[in-house]
């Protein structure tokens, strides 16, 4: 079983950054796909990008898309979403995700989760 935990949440003024962190504990994340999503209060779990397990394929959805990276170090089994130009509509619990034998933008197909990273952007 993968335990996944993310940091590096916190408050920001817009137009500021923040990097999160997700750290896996139990087996390695090398043959992961390793993801980000959102979740807003009142809206459904949004993804923000997917990044496979060599780091040679990756996926961002429009609203990451510019702003965002998704990186991953798989010697110490941490991924990381560095976020720029950061916007009061950003506010959002921020969450990793992983999977082992497929990928997807859908939340509802990716097993592992961590417990997620409050990120809230003041204007």
């Known amino acids: 079983q993968v335990q996944l935990v993310e940091s590096g949440g916190g408050l920001v003024q817009a137009g500021g950054s923040l990097r999160l962190s997700c750290s896996a504990a139990?087996?390695?994340?090398?043959?992961?796909?390793m993801a980000w999503f959102r979740q807003a209060p009142g809206k459904e779990r949004e993804i923000l990008t997917y990044?496979?397990?060599?780091?040679?394929?990756?996926y961002y959805a429009d609203s990451a898309k510019g702003r965002f990276t998704a990186s991953r170090d798989n010697g110490r089994n941490t991924a990381y979403l560095q976020m720029n130009g950061l916007k009061p509509e950003d506010t959002a619990v921020y969450y990793c995700?992983?999977?082992?034998?497929?990928?997807?933008?859908?939340?509802?197909?990716?097993?592992?989760w961590g417990q997620g990273t409050q990120v809230t952007v003041s204007q």
């Open positions: 990044i496979s397990w060599s780091g040679g394929s990756t």
């Open positions: 995700a992983a999977t082992s034998n497929f990928y997807s933008v859908y939340h509802q197909d990716y097993e592992y």
């Open positions: 139990g087996p390695t994340i090398r043959s992961y796909t």
